[in-house]
């Protein structure tokens, strides 16, 4: 299954707050479709299912990708979910986003394949690509790139940056300072539903 590019407000209405898919608040708080006002019974697959798409809409990413993590989760010792949602958590298009210098992912993504980005100092435009504690995001020194960050500060709300990161506004340069925990990740999911959801496909 390809990257999700229809609107948006309709994956809000039907899985909730998604911030990484979009900033935008949906006015109706019914399901999208004619049945939306109807409620009705969402099998114990149907909620399993809604987890996952929540994890899948919200980073980006497709189906064959999230299977490829999970995978690599269940080889890595610890709780499968936890770790999943830690390599999703570390990829520089996630970490970008997070240190507030995109107001999405598809943004974020977007900035690191236009050449925007640097990791200690070298290019990278692979969105995928996984950080590490220590490491350096900053701005390219292109005068394009800095003009678009700081625009994008002039008119967007303060977010506020996770303790795994910090970032600092005048020098435009964040410094990932460990692997994030649990509690720092912006969003609202049941991770153990997600590696049920898969437990018999993988």
Sequence with gaps: MSRYRGPRLRIIRRLGELPGLTRKTANRQTPPGQHGTTPRKTSQYGIRLQ???KLRFNYGITESQLIQYIRKARKLKGSTGEILLQLLEMRLDNV?????IAPTIAAARQLIGHGHILVNSKKVTIPSYQCKPKEIISIAAKKNSRELIQNFFETSNLVTVPPH???NKETLTGN???FVNRQSVG???NELLIVEYYSRKV
């Design 187 to 189: 969003l609202n999911l």
């Design 51 to 53: 987890e996952k798409q």
């Design 165 to 167: 990161l910090t970032f």
């Design 96 to 100: 970008v986003f997070r240190l507030g």
């Design 176 to 178: 990932v300072n460990s």
